[in-house]
């Protein structure tokens, strides 16, 4: 009988690492800001079918770079998370903390256990009431790792020259105008293409909404808001 | 071998968007009309009384008394029966208040559950198939006596009109062209709109038909409860229409209430 093969478990996570992070850089990206009535997710998104950016519950929102199929499954899983514990306790309980809780246990699974890494980082964002509670946004990598960030967040095959040139950029308190502008020049910071309302998939958390705070901004409206005359 | 990948088991895999099938496998306990234990004759619970549909010009209109009652006794004086399913429907419960009201929750859940992974609304046929077969699981609970019967009304967004179902207790659905009741006043509630409703009715009229049914069954059946001028309790009336489901204010409800009193006082009629 052969022996199988002995690979350090060094290398195997860095091959795996490797492999998730190639996966990524191949997706075009995503980025996340906080503006002054809530949460800003704005995707380079050529289809208008095929979401990166969703609804899990009343004040949480979903976003996923990567492989399509993979950020999927765990979209679908978040929402049936979401939906059975809102039922069995309130509504107020569905929190973005332990779903990203559960995403992260689920990525590092996958992560150490199976051959093939996902090839995905998902966002998680909760936007805060009106009374002042604060926002919270968790980005969770391909390994299981999750950070919280503030402000703005990107993921993606640029994700790193998206954050440097936030990270000069952002100002707190933006109006919903400027947030979009910034978060689409954030976009095209590496390419030197300009990106019209067509290549956007872009929706917000609305504070001021009841209820369900998840609202996709319509093309039409995209284009007002970017100022067409550009 | 064939063991699914270990990640799943932290959420499960299902394979459609209904929620009802997740929370059957997940937490069988929290359906409604799940088993449970003793089979003890139970003190009887609330029940809620007459809750009505009625088709106008712009969609349709549902309304409910106020009003719960355990046995003789008055359990609750501002209970809500018309409850939001989505945006463009919404079911009146009547029957046991307890199992009606976590069926109104579930299918709210369900239909919610269904939007977010599909991206898109059920159907309104879908909605109230779904609905029905939510009532035909309580079976066994209504045949102990704790029977839930709904009126399911929305806005079918693909013919463009209002439409309305009512169900029996084994689940059946029976679709209605103009209005129904449902309850304890249902049949008094049934035949003032028999004399009262008309093809096309512009708002005001379609509300003010609405009301002086309620009048009616809560002046005939002593489970329903009719408009409280003294603590301000006036039934509950919502609109579904192509703009979405919206409550109709108190003072407008109050307004048409005292206009119809008012009437009738003057001309002794219904009386």
């Given at each position: 009988m052969p022996l199988p093969y002995y690979v350090s478990p060094e290398q195997m996570m860095k091959d795996k690492a490797e492999y998730a992070r190639k996966g990524i850089a191949r997706g075009r990206s995503t980025v996340t800001l906080e503006y002054s009535e809530g949460i800003l997710l704005v995707a380079e998104n050529?289809?208008?079918?095929?979401?990166k950016i969703s609804e899990i519950y009343d004040r949480i929102a979903f976003a996923g770079v990567g492989k399509y199929n993979e950020f999927e499954n765990l979209r679908i899983a978040g929402i049936r998370h979401a939906d059975v514990k809102g039922y069995s306790?309130?509504?107020?309980?569905?929190t973005a903390k332990a779903l990203a809780n559960a995403y992260s246990q689920a990525l590092g699974n996958i992560f150490t256990q199976d051959i093939k890494p996902f090839e995905v980082e998902v966002l998680v964002a909760e936007v805060g009431d009106s009374n002042g509670a604060r926002n919270e946004i968790y980005h969770i990598l391909y390994d299981g790792t999750i950070e919280d960030e503030r402000n703005y967040a990107a993921m993606g095959g640029q994700a790193e020259e998206i954050r440097r040139f936030l990270k000069d950029h952002y100002a707190e308190g933006l109006t919903l105008d400027a947030a979009l502008q910034l978060g689409v020049r954030a976009l095209t910071v590496t390419q030197n293409k300009t990106l019209s309302e067509k290549d956007l998939e872009v929706a917000v958390l609305d504070r001021?909404?009841?209820?369900?705070k998840f609202r996709r901004i319509p093309v039409e409206a995209l284009g007002q808001l970017l100022g067409t005359g550009r | 071998m064939n063991e699914p990948p270990r990640w799943q088991n932290l959420f499960n895999d299902y394979a459609n968007a209904s929620f009802m099938d997740i929370l059957r496998r997940e937490?069988?306990?929290?359906?409604?009309?799940a088993p449970s234990g003793g089979q003890d004759a139970a003190p009887e619970p609330p029940h809620g009384t007459t809750v009505l549909s009625v088709r106008y010009r712009d969609g349709v209109i549902m309304a409910g008394d106020r009003q719960a009652t355990a046995g003789y006794q008055?359990?609750?004086?501002?209970?809500?029966?018309?409850?939001?399913?989505?945006e463009l429907s919404g079911v009146g419960i009547a029957g046991a208040a307890g199992p009606a009201t976590e069926m109104a929750k579930l299918f709210q859940t369900e239909l919610e559950h269904y939007e977010k992974v599909e991206g898109e609304n059920l159907s309104l046929d879908g909605k109230a198939n779904r609905l029905s077969q939510m009532i035909r699981m309580n079976l066994p609970a209504a045949m102990q006596g704790l029977v839930v019967v709904p009126i399911f009304a929305g806005f079918d967004e693909k013919a463009g009109l209002g439409r309305l179902f009512k169900y029996d207790i084994t689940g059946g659905r029976y679709e209605e062209t103009n209005y129904d009741a449902q309850g304890s006043g249902s049949k008094d509630a049934r035949d003032s709109l028999k004399k009262l409703w008309k093809r096309d009715m512009p708002r005001e009229e379609a509300l003010r038909v609405t009301l002086e049914a309620l009048i009616d069954a809560a002046d005939e059946d002593v489970g329903t409860g009719g408009p409280d001028l003294v603590r301000g309790i006036f039934p509950s009336v919502k609109t579904i229409t192509r703009s979405g489901f919206q409550d109709v204010p108190d003072e407008e409800v109050r307004h048409v209430v005292e206009t119809i009193l008012g009437d009738r006082t003057r001309n002794a009629n219904g009386s």
């Open positions: 050529p289809s208008t079918l095929l979401h306790y309130s509504r107020g309980d569905v001021t909404k009841v209820r369900r | 937490a069988p306990h929290l359906i409604p009309g008055v359990a609750s004086r501002r209970i809500e029966k018309i409850f939001k399913a989505d």
